[in-house]
């Protein structure tokens, strides 16, 4: 299917916007209310010093000891900085007909400010981008150069996507290349199967927060007497009584229960779950989730 979304493609055009926007969010970054942030997650090489009788003989340097003639010791320090992945869903549904912006845009937009705000910290970023199949991944690596790779990656959009959703293999993929712990974002409408074993073992070992993207029409239908509904991503089509009190009701019931219960999920296995709606101010949404103290 032929995919091209102009709110996307603008993407670009609104980045110094987005970078302004992302301030605040780097701002709650730098405090460090994730576990993954400033708690030492890992050790480096810092220098080496002559040894002293308190200090454990297994940090004994015997390369330089030999050397010197008198034993000396290899120094560590924390490794203090933040690294941030992304799995980003780009499959048929997130491009779902809505009455306003898409949700691949908002998925878009809420990726950036949170890329933008890594970027600010100096942070590594990384990220995993799927469709039905992975469209890119990349490691996690500091530097403004490899932020911005990432961003032109998410202003771009496949033209021809292919109906399915890889979201349990993009979960197992960013769990193979993450090396450390990191804070991962998750961007989906969680609208496959699958993916819960994937993302409780990454939850696990990394601070998670599953942002699910969600539209007015996941609850609440217009009037439109009996009318034909289609799967993007399989291609079925029924039709539905949209007028009927009785349908609305289980539709609006069907779609809160599906919503409780991945909150549930999340919750339950150490993630966080955020729903961020398409009619909702993406930065404002975000600035509020952090500024709670919702992730410590």
């Known amino acids: 299917m032929k995919i091209f979304d102009e709110n996307i493609d603008s993407l670009s055009k609104r980045s110094s916007l987005l970078r302004l926007s992302a301030g605040v969010i780097a701002e709650s970054l730098r405090n460090g209310n994730f576990k993954s942030a400033m708690k030492g997650q890992g050790i480096e090489f810092r220098d080496v010093r002559e040894y002293f009788p308190q200090d454990n003989v297994r940090s004994i340097d015997w390369n330089v000891t030999a050397r010197m003639g008198k034993a000396f010791v290899r120094q560590y320090e924390e490794d ?124 696990q070992k990394n601070d998670l927060v599953a942002i699910r993207i969600t539209d007015a029409l996941d609850t609440q239908l217009p009037e439109m007497g009996l009318a034909s509904f289609v799967d993007v991503e399989s291609g079925k089509s029924k039709k539905f009584p949209s007028s009927s009190k009785k349908f609305k009701k289980e539709w609006f019931e069907y779609a809160r229960k599906q919503v409780d219960d991945w909150q549930s999920f999340c919750t339950h296995h150490g993630a966080f779950p955020l729903a961020v709606s398409t009619a909702d101010d993406c930065a404002v949404v975000l600035g509020r989730f952090f500024a709670s103290g919702a992730v410590r």
Not at 95 to 113: N, Q, Y
């Open 80 to 203: 203090k900085e933040l690294h941030v992945f992304f799995v980003l869903d780009r499959s048929l549904s997130m491009f779902a007909p809505s009455k306003g912006r898409s949700r691949i845009e908002t998925a878009a937009e809420t990726a950036a400010l949170l890329l933008f705000a890594a970027e600010q910290n100096n942070s590594s970023v990384g990220a995993v981008f799927f469709d039905n199949k992975i469209t890119f991944s990349t490691m996690a690596r500091p530097g403004f150069h490899n932020a911005m790779t990432i961003f032109s990656r998410l202003c771009r959009v496949d033209e021809n996507i292919k109906p399915g959703s890889f979201l349990p293999n993009a979960l197992c993929g960013a769990e193979k290349l993450l090396k450390r712990r990191s804070l991962v974002f998750v961007i989906s409408d969680f609208r496959v199967g699958g993916w819960k074993t994937s993302l409780a073992r990454l939850a």
